[in-house]
């Protein structure tokens, strides 16, 4: 299993940006695909964006696409998420995961084999 530790969450007004970041203790964390996930209060977790091992393939949900980014810099063993223009809606805790395979994967159908503690994010309207 991948050790995972996010940081970046807190309180931001809507229109607003947070930057997530996700470290990883495990050497081979190049070879996994990650992904961020969050999960609001009585809703399920839902997967919000992906990337390949490589960072060459990414994945973002509808209600995300075009004000997130998800990167990563696999010399220092960490995933981004970048977000942009902040709704209320996007109030969660947000969560990184890896999947539990290496190598190349269907990114919208990602399968964490590990996750974080969880951040929590809150846009105020």
């Known amino acids: 299993q991948v050790q995972l530790v996010e940081s970046g969450g807190g309180l931001v007004q809507a229109g607003g940006s947070l930057r997530l970041s996700c470290a990883a203790s495990e050497r081979t964390f190049s070879s996994y695909p990650m992904g961020w996930f969050r999960q609001a209060p009585g809703k399920e977790r839902e997967l919000v964006a992906a990337i390949s091992w490589n960072g060459g393939s990414t994945y973002y949900a509808d209600s995300v696409k075009g004000r997130f980014t998800i990167s990563r810099d696999n010399a220092k063993n960490t995933v981004y998420l970048q977000m942009n223009s902040l709704k209320p809606e996007d109030t969660a805790v947000y969560y990184c995961?890896?999947?539990?395979?290496?190598?190349?994967?269907?990114?919208?159908?990602?399968?964490?084999?590990?996750w974080g503690q969880g951040t929590q994010v809150t846009v105020s309207s």
């Open positions: 995961a890896a999947d539990r395979s290496i190598g190349i994967i269907k990114l919208s159908t990602m399968t964490p084999g590990s």
